[in-house]
Protein backbone atom coordinates (compact mmCIF):
# COMPACT_ATOMS: atom_id res chain seq x y z
CA UNK A 1 0.00 0.00 0.00
CA UNK A 2 1.54 3.14 -1.04
CA UNK A 3 0.78 6.23 0.62
CA UNK A 4 0.13 9.23 -1.70
CA UNK A 5 -1.19 12.32 -0.05
CA UNK A 6 0.34 14.26 2.65
CA UNK A 7 -3.14 14.26 4.74
CA UNK A 8 -2.88 10.50 4.97
CA UNK A 9 0.99 10.34 5.67
CA UNK A 10 -0.27 12.32 8.57
CA UNK A 11 -3.00 9.33 9.60
CA UNK A 12 -0.49 6.99 9.47
CA UNK A 13 2.25 8.53 11.18
CA UNK A 14 0.41 9.47 13.44
CA UNK A 15 -0.78 6.01 14.66
CA UNK A 16 2.72 4.98 15.03
CA UNK A 17 3.77 7.59 17.27
CA UNK A 18 5.37 9.97 14.86
CA UNK A 19 4.58 13.96 14.05
CA UNK A 20 5.41 15.34 10.59
CA UNK A 21 5.98 19.14 10.43
CA UNK A 22 5.67 20.62 6.93
CA UNK A 23 7.66 23.62 5.02
CA UNK A 24 5.65 26.22 2.85
CA UNK A 25 4.55 24.21 -0.17
CA UNK A 26 3.03 21.34 2.31
CA UNK A 27 5.70 18.78 1.64
CA UNK A 28 7.00 16.72 4.89
CA UNK A 29 10.55 18.18 5.99
CA UNK A 30 10.80 16.95 9.46
CA UNK A 31 9.66 13.37 11.20
CA UNK A 32 9.83 13.87 14.90
CA UNK A 33 9.95 11.03 17.04
CA UNK A 34 8.15 10.34 20.34
CA UNK A 35 9.39 7.40 23.33
CA UNK A 36 10.84 4.23 22.10
CA UNK A 37 10.42 5.21 18.62
CA UNK A 38 13.77 7.25 18.12
CA UNK A 39 15.87 4.53 19.57
CA UNK A 40 14.18 1.80 17.16
CA UNK A 41 15.02 4.47 14.26
CA UNK A 42 11.67 4.28 13.08
CA UNK A 43 11.58 7.18 10.84
CA UNK A 44 14.92 8.89 9.86
CA UNK A 45 14.54 12.79 9.71
CA UNK A 46 15.41 13.66 6.43
CA UNK A 47 16.35 17.77 6.43
CA UNK A 48 16.73 17.88 2.29
CA UNK A 49 16.54 15.38 -0.48
CA UNK A 50 16.30 16.32 -4.50
CA UNK A 51 16.14 14.24 -7.44
CA UNK A 52 18.25 15.75 -10.58
CA UNK A 53 18.80 14.00 -13.65
CA UNK A 54 18.23 10.66 -12.20
CA UNK A 55 20.54 11.49 -9.17
CA UNK A 56 19.39 11.73 -5.85
CA UNK A 57 21.04 13.70 -3.15
CA UNK A 58 19.59 14.01 0.41
CA UNK A 59 20.64 15.29 3.97
CA UNK A 60 19.01 12.89 6.57
CA UNK A 61 19.83 12.20 10.25
CA UNK A 62 19.18 8.59 11.83
CA UNK A 63 21.11 6.55 13.84
CA UNK A 64 23.12 3.67 12.70
CA UNK A 65 21.12 0.67 12.75
CA UNK A 66 24.10 -1.75 13.91
CA UNK A 67 24.48 0.85 16.74
CA UNK A 68 21.01 1.19 17.74
CA UNK A 69 19.55 -1.94 17.29
CA UNK A 70 21.90 -4.13 18.95
CA UNK A 71 22.06 -1.19 21.52
CA UNK A 72 18.52 -2.63 22.97
CA UNK A 73 19.86 -5.89 23.54
CA UNK A 74 23.16 -4.29 25.48
CA UNK A 75 20.45 -2.22 27.59
CA UNK A 76 18.66 -5.34 28.29
CA UNK A 77 21.59 -7.25 29.33
CA UNK A 78 22.87 -4.34 31.27
CA UNK A 79 19.33 -4.30 33.18
CA UNK A 80 19.33 -8.63 34.04
CA UNK A 81 23.09 -8.00 34.96
CA UNK A 82 22.24 -5.23 37.22
CA UNK A 83 19.11 -6.05 38.88
CA UNK A 84 20.35 -10.10 39.25
CA UNK A 85 23.92 -10.00 39.51
CA UNK A 86 24.16 -6.85 41.01
CA UNK A 87 27.29 -5.88 39.12
CA UNK A 88 28.52 -2.31 39.63
CA UNK A 89 29.78 -1.11 36.01
CA UNK A 90 26.72 -2.39 34.56
CA UNK A 91 24.82 -0.49 36.93
CA UNK A 92 26.44 2.46 35.84
CA UNK A 93 25.96 2.24 32.44
CA UNK A 94 22.23 1.64 32.64
CA UNK A 95 21.43 4.69 35.37
CA UNK A 96 23.60 6.96 32.91
CA UNK A 97 21.33 5.78 29.87
CA UNK A 98 18.35 5.85 31.32
CA UNK A 99 19.13 9.02 33.22
CA UNK A 100 19.33 10.59 29.81
CA UNK A 101 17.10 8.79 27.55
CA UNK A 102 14.10 8.32 29.61
CA UNK A 103 13.36 11.79 29.83
CA UNK A 104 12.32 12.35 26.62
CA UNK A 105 10.25 9.73 26.02
CA UNK A 106 7.50 10.92 28.85
CA UNK A 107 7.37 14.97 27.09
CA UNK A 108 4.94 15.41 24.89
CA UNK A 109 5.99 18.21 22.56
CA UNK A 110 7.92 17.08 19.10
CA UNK A 111 10.79 14.85 19.63
CA UNK A 112 14.05 14.48 16.44
CA UNK A 113 16.62 12.23 16.57
CA UNK A 114 19.24 14.75 17.88
CA UNK A 115 16.99 14.36 21.22
CA UNK A 116 18.39 11.04 21.74
CA UNK A 117 21.98 11.71 20.89
CA UNK A 118 23.04 12.44 24.42
CA UNK A 119 22.57 8.80 25.11
CA UNK A 120 24.32 7.85 22.38
CA UNK A 121 27.83 7.24 23.79
CA UNK A 122 26.26 4.82 26.72
CA UNK A 123 24.44 3.17 24.25
CA UNK A 124 28.08 2.19 22.26
CA UNK A 125 29.09 1.16 26.09
CA UNK A 126 26.00 -0.99 26.23
CA UNK A 127 27.21 -3.10 23.27
CA UNK A 128 30.60 -3.52 24.30
CA UNK A 129 29.42 -4.65 27.91
CA UNK A 130 26.90 -7.04 25.35
CA UNK A 131 29.90 -8.46 23.79
CA UNK A 132 32.73 -8.40 26.57
CA UNK A 133 29.99 -10.37 28.77
CA UNK A 134 28.29 -12.76 26.44
CA UNK A 135 30.11 -13.24 23.12
CA UNK A 136 33.55 -12.56 24.39
CA UNK A 137 35.31 -13.59 20.77
CA UNK A 138 37.51 -10.78 19.65
CA UNK A 139 36.71 -11.80 16.04
CA UNK A 140 32.85 -11.47 16.74
CA UNK A 141 33.71 -7.63 17.78
CA UNK A 142 35.93 -6.69 15.10
CA UNK A 143 33.05 -8.24 12.92
CA UNK A 144 30.21 -6.15 14.37
CA UNK A 145 33.03 -3.33 14.21
CA UNK A 146 33.36 -4.10 10.71
CA UNK A 147 29.38 -4.12 9.64
CA UNK A 148 29.23 -0.36 11.68
CA UNK A 149 31.99 1.04 9.53
CA UNK A 150 30.30 -0.63 6.75
CA UNK A 151 26.87 0.69 7.34
CA UNK A 152 28.22 4.11 8.02
CA UNK A 153 29.97 3.97 4.73
CA UNK A 154 26.69 2.49 3.16
CA UNK A 155 24.64 5.36 4.17
CA UNK A 156 27.31 8.11 4.01
CA UNK A 157 25.37 9.42 0.73
CA UNK A 158 22.11 10.12 2.42
CA UNK A 159 23.60 11.49 5.44
CA UNK A 160 25.56 13.79 3.69
CA UNK A 161 24.08 15.06 0.63
CA UNK A 162 26.37 13.10 -1.89
CA UNK A 163 24.79 12.56 -4.96
CA UNK A 164 24.48 9.06 -5.48
CA UNK A 165 22.03 6.56 -8.46
CA UNK A 166 18.31 6.85 -7.10
CA UNK A 167 18.38 3.72 -7.53
CA UNK A 168 21.36 3.09 -5.08
CA UNK A 169 19.11 4.50 -2.46
CA UNK A 170 15.81 2.76 -3.30
CA UNK A 171 17.58 -1.13 -3.43
CA UNK A 172 20.19 -0.87 -1.02
CA UNK A 173 19.41 2.02 1.53
CA UNK A 174 15.32 1.99 1.99
CA UNK A 175 15.09 -0.96 4.12
CA UNK A 176 11.49 -0.57 5.12
CA UNK A 177 8.56 0.94 3.14
CA UNK A 178 8.48 3.78 6.22
CA UNK A 179 12.12 5.17 5.69
CA UNK A 180 11.65 8.00 3.42
CA UNK A 181 15.56 9.14 3.10
Known amino acids: ?3 TSFDAILKVSSRYGITTTQNLKGYPTHIAQTGIVGLLDYKPMCYYRETANGLFSSITAFGNPAIFWTGILGVSILACN ?3 KRRLESGFILFAFLGLYLPYIFIGR ?29 ILFYSYLLVVIGL ?6 V ?9 YVDNY ?4 K ?4
Open 159 to 167: LSGTEVSKS
Open 110 to 138: LMFIYHFYYAVPFLILAVTYLFKSLFKSK
Open 1 to 3: MEI
Open 82 to 84: SLH
Open 178 to 181: HWWL
Open 173 to 176: LVWF
Open 152 to 157: FLAFYP
